[in-house]
Every structure is written in C-alpha cells, then in structure tokens.
C-alpha cells in the first residue's frame, strides 16, 4: 500500500510558476520511476511528465516541453514538478503516479504515457492559471 499525497497547486496568474510535491507514505516508491498527469474539466487525464527512478530518464507531454521540470528525491520518497511560464491551458488538478517501471526495465514514451502503467495515485492538487 502506497499512499500519494500531492502539494502545491493553486492559483496564479498567465507566466507564473509554481511548485508541486508529491510526497509518498506507506511502502517506498524510490525504485520505480514516477509520473505527473492532469485532468481539465470535461477532459480525460493526459500525461505531463515521468522520471526513472535514477532520474537518468525524463519524459514530457510536448506542450510542456521547456517549461515543466520534474525532479525526485528517492531519500524523501517525494517528487517534485516545477512549472514556470504556467498558461491558461495548463489548468487541471494534476496527479502524481507510481509505476512499475524500474531502471532494469525497458522505458519508452508510449509507455510511460500510459495510465495503466502506474498502479498508485494521488488525490490530486488545483491548478488554476488565470488569463
């Protein structure tokens, strides 16, 4: 049991940046890598971004490219993504995920992209990007 606690949403305006955290309780999820998607309203839950477990691999949507940074620090069992330049088009809750893909494990972007590779996930945190 892994529980995923996310922090750091909230409102601010077009260029922007903030912060999100994602901090893990229960059983450890640093040997696997972790991802970051977000659902708008009336929208199906996209993929933002992953990191392997070393952090050696990186994944991004391509609309944030540039401007998201995700990061993790395996000894606080949390994940970070940082978001500068936020646009109106980046409001959703967004969700941080556990998968099941470790570093000895193949990686590719179809797959990281995919829902059904990420077995534990948070409750989600607002944000909300005003124009």
């Known amino acids: 049991q892994v529980q995923l606690v996310e922090s750091g949403g909230g409102l601010v305006q077009v260029g922007g940046s903030l912060r999100l955290s994602c901090a893990a309780s229960?059983?450890?999820?640093?040997?696997?890598?972790m991802g970051w998607f977000r659902q708008a309203p009336g929208k199906a839950r996209d993929f933002v971004a992953f990191?392997?477990?070393?952090?050696?691999?990186?994944y991004y949507e391509d609309s944030v490219k540039g401007r998201f940074t995700i990061s993790r620090d395996n000894a606080k069992n949390t994940v970070y993504l940082q978001m500068n330049s936020l646009k109106p088009e980046d409001t959703a809750v967004y969700y941080c995920?556990?998968?099941?893909?470790?570093?000895?494990?193949?990686?590719?972007?179809?797959?990281?992209?995919?829902?059904?590779?990420?077995?534990?996930w948070g409750q989600g945190t607002q944000v909300t990007v005003s124009s």
């Open positions: 229960g059983r450890t999820f640093s040997s696997y890598g």
């Open positions: 995920a556990k998968s099941n893909i470790g570093d000895g494990g193949s990686i590719w972007y179809g797959r990281v992209r995919s829902t059904y590779e990420y077995d534990y």
């Open positions: 990191i392997s477990w070393s952090g050696a691999t990186t």
